[in-house]
């Protein structure tokens, strides 16, 4: 399994963004696709977006954050990202990033490897 660690949390007002970052160990972070997904106080987690593996050509995103946020890949650095822009206070909630192999998908049952998570607050 490949590990995993958020950064890039904080709070932002409406309006604002954010990048986060989930940086990997190992040398096959290549191989593995990648997601992100967030959990809010009293609710399920819930899927934000995807990557592919190896070139990251396939994304895709929750309804909710379509438009607004970006999930990309950088193989050199073992890290994924996400850029999170126009934010609303309905995304506040913990981000957590999630390997798994093969392809990539929207279900969090899925991925085996999850990092702990980064707090995003956004104020009105």
């Known amino acids: 399994q490949v590990q995993l660690v958020e950064s890039g949390g904080g709070l932002v007002q409406a309006g604002g963004s954010l990048r986060l970052s989930c940086a990997a160990s190992?040398?096959?972070?290549?191989?593995?696709?990648m997601g992100w997904f967030r959990q809010a106080p009293g609710l399920e987690r819930e899927f934000v977006a995807a990557?592919?593996?190896?070139?990251?050509?396939?994304?895709f995103y929750a309804d909710s954050v379509k438009g607004r946020f970006t999930i990309s890949r950088d193989n050199a650095k073992n890290t994924v990202y996400l850029q999170m822009n126009s934010l609303k206070p309905e995304d506040t909630a913990v981000y957590y990033c999630?390997?798994?192999?093969?392809?990539?998908?929207?279900?969090?049952?899925?991925?085996?490897?999850w990092g702990q998570g980064t707090q995003v607050t956004v104020s009105s």
């Open positions: 190992g040398r096959t972070f290549s191989s593995y696709a």
């Open positions: 990557i592919s593996w190896f070139s990251g050509t396939t994304t």
């Open positions: 999630a390997a798994k192999s093969g392809v990539a998908t929207r279900n969090l049952g899925d991925y085996g490897s």
